[in-house]
């Protein structure tokens, strides 16, 4: 797991925006990186209708914002249109990033054992550094307070 005030993990990644998106290429500006499990469940829905309903805010503390799971790319766009999503998500469908980022984890449901995406999201300062991460993400009230932390920086 990356740690504060350590550069972050570097990433290229195809993006429903219909470019690549390469982290340090975005230095000079806050990036925020919301990772989640799946497109279409209700918490991740949740957690993107949510960054998307802010995305101008976040844009005016000078901030973008992606979202990053292993969905495809067609997922994505599905995903994208069924719910309105303004907020750019980015496609780790072979988990490099998820990888690097450490939040491809075990997890446990229902007593069975199985690998993905623990819900973490990672503000990454002007610089490529991480300033804030947020681990095992609960979703209400979650926006707001990487919006603060944005705000803050």
């Given at each position: ?5 350590k ?19 975005l230095?000079g ?17 949740k957690e ?5 309903e802010?995305r ?7 901030a ?6 292993k969905d495809?790319?067609?997922?994505h ?5 069924k719910k ?19 939040v491809w ?10 690998m993905?995406i ?9 610089d ?6 947020w681990?095992?993400?609960k979703?209400?009230g ?6 603060d932390?944005?705000?803050?920086l």
């Amino acid at each position: 797991m990356p740690e504060i005030s350590k550069p972050a993990p570097d990433f290229t990644l195809p993006s429903t925006d219909g470019s690549d998106v390469t982290l340090s290429g975005l230095k000079g500006q806050p990036v925020v990186l919301f990772f989640y499990p799946r497109d279409n469940t209700p918490g991740c829905t949740k957690e993107s209708v949510g960054f998307s309903e802010n995305r101008d805010a976040f844009a005016q503390a000078g901030a973008l914002v992606f979202g990053i799971s292993k969905d495809s790319m067609a997922s994505h766009e599905k995903f994208v249109a069924k719910k309105d999503l303004t907020v750019p998500l980015l496609s780790d469908e072979h988990g490099s990033a998820c990888e690097g980022f450490g939040v491809w984890k075990e997890k446990s449901m229902y007593g069975k054992k199985f690998m993905g995406i623990e819900r973490t999201t990672f503000l990454i300062a002007a610089d490529g550094t991480i300033a804030r991460i947020w681990p095992k993400v609960k979703v209400p009230g979650h926006v707001d307070e990487v919006l603060d932390a944005v705000r803050a920086l």
